[in-house]
């Protein structure tokens, strides 16, 4: 038998033994709460290393994007069909405070508005709010479905 084909025998010998143990030992929930202008509600927890004076496990969570259906904010089952997503900005008494990042339909509903012999028009704009901040805007639009020449002649 050859070295290449038994798996137990090796090459080399690399010295060093798998650590076996919890890795959500050294781990702790933060909860997620929304900005004021949503009501500033518990959207959930996330997971992240134990607070120390040595690591910097607070800077690991910010940035972090969360994405929630809009009828679960709210509670209408109508509005299932946008994602609201947020940014972790600042960690206040021991809860992860977010902010808005953006909105989008989900794929399903687009795909329910794109139709056959449409044309689809995608656009965005970049705007500057007074406070400082920048949007970017996407739009999408679709034409009328034109009628056929011969149709609107036997119509006549």
Not at 7 to 28: N, W
Not at 60 to 72: D, F, P, Q
Not at 96 to 119: H, P
Request: hydrophobic share 35%; glycine share 6%; proline share 1%.
């Amino acid at each position: 038998m050859t070295i290449d084909k038994n798996k137990k025998i090796s090459k080399t010998s690399k010295g060093g033994k798998k650590r076996s143990g919890d890795s959500f030992a050294k781990k702790e929930w933060i909860p997620v709460i929304s900005p004021a202008f949503v009501g500033g509600r518990f959207l959930g927890n996330t997971l992240v290393d134990k607070i120390t004076n040595t690591n910097q496990s607070l800077e690991k969570l910010k940035n972090r994007v969360y994405e929630i259906s809009l009828a679960e904010l709210n509670g209408n089952e109508d509005m299932a069909n946008r994602k609201i997503k947020f940014k972790c900005s600042s960690f206040e008494n021991g809860n992860c405070l977010t902010r808005f990042n953006g909105m989008e339909l989900t794929r399903d509903k687009i795909c329910s508005l794109v139709r056959k012999w449409q044309t689809i028009i995608d656009s965005f704009v970049d705007i500057k709010t007074r406070d400082g901040f920048f949007l970017r805007i996407f739009i999408i639009a679709f034409s009328k479905k034109k009628k056929k020449k011969s149709q609107i002649q036997k119509i006549n």
